[in-house]
């Protein structure tokens, strides 16, 4: 049905297709995300898209579908195949930025990571070499989500998910790390899932833009070239 | 009133070091199964984790003299559970610890409980996704995360611990020498008026009980 995406089961490293009921309406979701891509999920406020990035991460499950990553099935209900969250190799950033209160920077940092050789030259990226021994209530917002960042990608994930990072961010240091992410994104060469309610974000950093409205893919939102301000109403007419 | 000399009496210096060791038994009890149990009910599901929730939360409402008498009925000589018990818990020291735990134990659990149940959760997850399994998860983030939650609860089971007369009373009988605990004593002691070695015995539980307040307030502080 969406001719311009990348289907669930082509050949391509993330693949999506589930449904689950939530309270006011069933999500349904069926796409896909090639490696060194940034796929932006948008939608107003209660659209299903914290919740679909819960459902990948393995933190809830779906009703219904599978979830799959190179082939591997992370999720597919019908199988009865649950890989539990600790064994999907993702990093994940919420909006929030929590770190572990008792850990120091550089301790948080590497509470995932496979070994330490990443710590330094991550924090050194992004601007945070200096923090190394601090904890997390003694440092700022944003230096708690370029960390968080960190603390992700030092994982070395197979799949990078962000739920709204920079929404509660000042204004420099959300420049920064967008500008750091599309860097980033085909240094990376793994899917990127980019949760935004700001369509001009999607628009900067998605190479693939996935408009969500009451838990539904919306179709005319589908080709970026048809790209218009955010009117979520069934209403709008496909281009 | 000569303090001194009423405090090295054995009869006052025995229910203190029963007292002493109760505490300790109870307080690595508390510290073993309070913040287990605190965690089973905030990821349990099902009768099995209400049925649970029930009998920790029971000796908050329930008085402490009838809840000594069902554990009495239940552990007793001819109680069902005495069977398969491996020490005879009624009138003996284990009895006056059981009685100790079990007082303290919903102090110890409810405030765990409520700990684990606010933003940890958010952080649980969080380790998760950067691969620890859960019980990584419990050792490495959520028991250091509220440790001090921990330390507050089990400071105050240990409070409540130490005041504890119905439950022993009824557990461990009372016997002078083997079970009377340093608030057993002080009835004790009034029941045959000696009210000075009554007072000097409620000195003591309220230093132990002014101590608690110290470390609870400081707990609260940092």
Redesign the interface.
């Known amino acids: 049905m969406h001719s311009r995406y990348p289907q669930p089961g082509a050949n391509t490293m993330l693949n999506v297709d589930i449904r689950k009921q939530l309270d006011q309406f069933e999500l349904q979701a069926a796409f896909a995300c090639r490696p060194g891509e940034l796929t932006a999920i948008v939608g107003p406020s209660g659209a299903g898209k914290t919740t679909l990035v819960r459902l990948i991460?393995?933190?809830d499950a779906p009703d219904h579908g599978t979830i799959s990553l190179n082939g591997v099935a992370w999720t597919d209900i019908d199988a009865r195949n649950f890989v539990?969250?600790?064994?999907r190799?993702?990093?994940?950033v919420?909006q929030?930025f929590?770190l572990?209160?008792?850990l120091t920077v550089r301790q948080n940092i590497g509470?995932?990571a496979p070994d330490d050789s990443q710590i330094v030259p991550l924090m050194e990226t992004f601007g945070i070499g200096r923090l190394a021994d601090r904890r997390p209530d003694s440092i700022s917002g944003g230096e708690r989500q370029r960390t968080a960042f960190c603390?992700?990608l030092a994982?070395c994930p197979d799949l990078l998910l962000l739920d709204e990072p920079f929404s509660a961010l000042d204004v420099e240091t959300r420049s920064f790390l967008r500008a750091l992410l599309a860097d980033l994104k085909p240094k990376l060469g793994i899917p990127i899932i980019h949760v935004t309610h700001d369509l001009e974000e999607a628009e900067r950093l998605g190479n693939r833009i996935v408009a969500l409205e009451n838990g539904r893919i919306a179709p005319e939102w589908l080709d970026r070239q048809t790209m218009r301000p955010p009117v979520f109403a069934p209403s709008v007419s496909p281009v | 009133m000569d303090f001194f000399r009423i405090l090295v009496d054995p009869q006052t210096s025995a229910p203190l070091w029963l007292t002493l060791k109760t505490l300790a038994a109870a307080g690595a009890l508390h510290l073993a199964f309070g913040v287990l149990l605190g965690y089973y009910l905030t990821s349990g599901t099902g009768f099995l984790r209400s049925a649970t929730d029930f009998l920790v939360t029971l000796p908050l409402v329930f008085p402490p003299i009838a809840t000594g008498f069902i554990l009495l009925m239940l552990l007793g000589r001819s109680g069902p559970l005495s069977r398969i018990l491996p020490v005879d818990l009624i009138f003996s020291f284990p009895g006056v610890v059981l009685a100790s735990f079990v007082a303290g134990m919903p102090l110890m659990v409810k405030p765990v409980e409520a700990a684990l149940r606010g933003?940890v959760k958010?952080?649980a997850?969080?380790?998760?996704?950067?691969?620890?399994?859960r019980w990584q998860t419990f050792w490495?983030?959520l028991l250091?995360?509220i440790?001090r939650n921990v330390a507050a609860g089990w400071f105050l089971a240990l409070g409540r611990s130490l005041g504890e007369v119905g439950i022993t009373l009824m557990l461990g009988g009372n016997i002078i020498g083997k079970t009377n605990t340093l608030s057993l004593e002080i009835y004790n002691a009034v029941f045959s008026g000696e009210f000075e070695r009554a007072l000097v015995l409620s000195a003591i539980i309220g230093a132990f009980s002014l101590s608690i307040f110290i470390a609870l307030k400081r707990l609260s502080a940092v």
Do not use: M, Y
């Open positions: 991460a393995g933190l539990p969250t600790h064994k190799k993702i990093g994940l919420f929030e929590p572990f209160p008792h509470f995932g603390q992700a994982r | 933003d958010r952080l997850e969080i380790s998760h996704v950067l691969g620890k399994n490495l983030v250091p995360t440790r």
